[in-house]
């Protein structure tokens, strides 16, 4: 038999699994758009029943396909069929916004519409105004700790939380050519990048090297673009937008580096089975602030997966407290946390309460 | 019936749905492998064969989705299958890359690796040494006209042409600021931009706004992120990274503005029932020689889609002509012209014949 009729029945298999497959996604379009006209002019994103999908997908699946890429296409597969309805607009942080781009279409699939801003504030401002539907915003890096502007930003936004993203980041070593590492000056990158690097730059360049902050690592690979004595630690979308040199993969000192993003919008998430609630709580700076905020979880046995504390910007005798719990607001043990919770703080804010990252 | 109760039935026919798609996705991905085996070593990427897959399913779907989204959704499908066996590595040019990397994407689908090359020259050398599998190369553009570069790399290189993509592309008025057009000094672009743009700026602009071509619109982005009293015209991507405002959007002056790119690889395509054919064609620079080349062609009815003439780098009286034809290169009528045509010709080199684009 020939290589040609011995492929000949696994092509025309294929042929008829994908017939089956079209059939299906449009089916299942139609259902999609069953449920939109349910909803009327309600919203038509449904994120706790979207992270359902996808853990039930991801449960469900035995390969060959790995569990990533069958997630990825239902997400995929989702993001085409609320697109028929009307395709969802993201804001998100522009210039440094490589990463946070790559997180909202991580997050909403290719079919949604995604918008630069310049700001983090200019990104809520537009859901806030109801000029996009959603927006993305990284809210800590799990080397470098909080992004503090957004984390001001939700204490005052009228928008709830109602989802999270988690990407891994990976920092490259990139240098217009592969010379040696003697013939280098300088290594540029954004101090935070430069701080999650800083146990291989110790190790690999000689001490005569500088390293030089600049205001992002696309900054940073701009510059290093124009000059073979410099160097910039970026991303990969970075090395391929300056057409730079990957000398080195993957450098950052943690393996596991990770920057999460918050999705927020106008809409309140009904739990998804596996959920987490951020909150913004307000208390005095005084001896045993920090106990009484603590004790009320503790007392439910409810994890915290955040906690942080910053001054708050509007009193200075007051401290603004960032927390992340396990489960929905609308957990009984939750609900009873924070009745405990008001006791003590001066105000307590649920930012909102989002299905846990899938992906 | 509350809301919930009314979207019940409809989300349980989803989970069944996506239940069976998911099965029949790896059952797909199984027949892809099965295919890869008995192929062995050998080329497990077929374009004559992803290109019919993709036209079959745009004849065969009858919405609601697009015939765009399941296009899209299948190459995604086929890349993640591809992938189960080794992904591809596609070469690409870097530095004005948005666009070739996107083409590189829409060809090859989200589970393609990609590699950014400082120039087209080096982009094909990648491949022609083995390090990636198939690079993407800009031909042409519809406004614009040819990648000089590319074509004289045609000439002398040992790869096949494969595939061909065409893009959209649109051009964005950007600044930083949404100002008054008075308040406004330049507009930077790169010179192909401008030209492509060139109604819209003579009808919108004061006359006392200066052109300035730079390098790259992503340059032309950069530099008017600096400055408020300056523009850019560059695409959304540019726009995205430099936090610039879309003050106009698709100001091309040809609607249908798109860029044509090939690709290229180690393999001879067999014809998918709708192919073109790409050649190179050497000829003394004499009376007469532009009719003896066109002559085969419209002697067998064969139409010519491209045709172009550069002189030779090599030889001062040469010229050196750039014809793609509709039809397989293994088509007899086709092999019958090239007969005829190499009566006439120095050389004819079949750079490749390979599937129209899909999508």
Chains 1, 2 share one sequence.
């Not at 920092?171 to 430069?194: G, I, K, N, P, T």
């Not at 993969?249 to 993003?261: A, G, Q, V």
């Not at 709580?281 to 004790?295: D, F, K, Y």
Request: hydrophobic fraction near 45%.
């Amino acid at each position: 038999m020939s290589d040609d009729s011995k492929l000949l029945p696994h092509r025309q298999a294929i042929d008829s699994i994908d017939k089956q497959i079209l059939d299906l996604m449009n089916e299942r379009a139609k259902h999609a758009r069953a449920i939109g006209e349910l909803k009327g002019t309600g919203v038509v994103y449904r994120p706790e029943r979207e992270a359902q999908v996808l853990r039930r997908i991801k449960d469900l699946n035995i390969g060959p396909l790995p569990d990533e890429a069958v997630a990825r296409l239902f997400r995929e597969i989702m993001s085409e069929c609320l697109a028929v309805e009307r395709p969802l607009t993201i804001a998100y942080l522009g210039p440094e916004g490589t990463f946070t781009q790559l997180a909202a279409m991580k997050h909403f699939g290719h079919a949604a519409h995604t918008v630069s801003c310049l700001t983090v504030d200019e990104s809520l401002r537009l859901v806030e105004a109801r000029q996009a539907d959603y927006v993305v915003a990284p809210v800590e890096n799990s080397t470098e700790g909080s992004v503090g502007r957004t984390l001001d930003l939700l204490v005052a936004t009228p928008l709830q939380a109602c989802g999270e993203v988690v990407l891994r980041i990976h920092h490259h070593f990139l240098r217009s050519q592969a010379v040696d590492f003697s013939e280098l000056d300088m290594v540029y990158a954004h101090a935070q990048a430069l701080a999650q690097c800083q146990h291989w730059l110790t190790k690999h360049l000689p001490d005569t090297v500088k390293r030089v902050a600049v205001s992002s690592n696309a900054e940073a690979a701009r510059l290093a673009a124009q000059n073979p004595r410099t160097a910039a630690i970026a991303s990969q979308a970075a090395a391929e937008i300056y057409a730079l040199n990957k000398i080195a993969s993957n450098i950052e000192d943690e393996p596991n580096n990770t920057t999460r993003f918050l999705v927020l919008g106008h809409q309140e998430t009904t739990p998804s089975g596996q959920d987490k609630t951020s909150l913004v709580v307000g208390a005095p700076h005084r001896v045993g602030s920090l106990h009484n905020i603590i004790a009320p979880f503790m007392q439910m046995g409810i994890s915290m997966t955040k906690f942080e504390s910053r001054p708050s910007k509007a009193n200075l005798w007051e401290y603004v407290f960032f927390i992340d719990i396990e489960g929905h607001v609308l957990d009984e043990k939750v609900q009873a946390a924070l009745t405990l919770l008001r006791e003590q703080a001066v105000f307590v804010k649920v930012v909102g309460a989002y299905p846990v990252a899938v992906l």
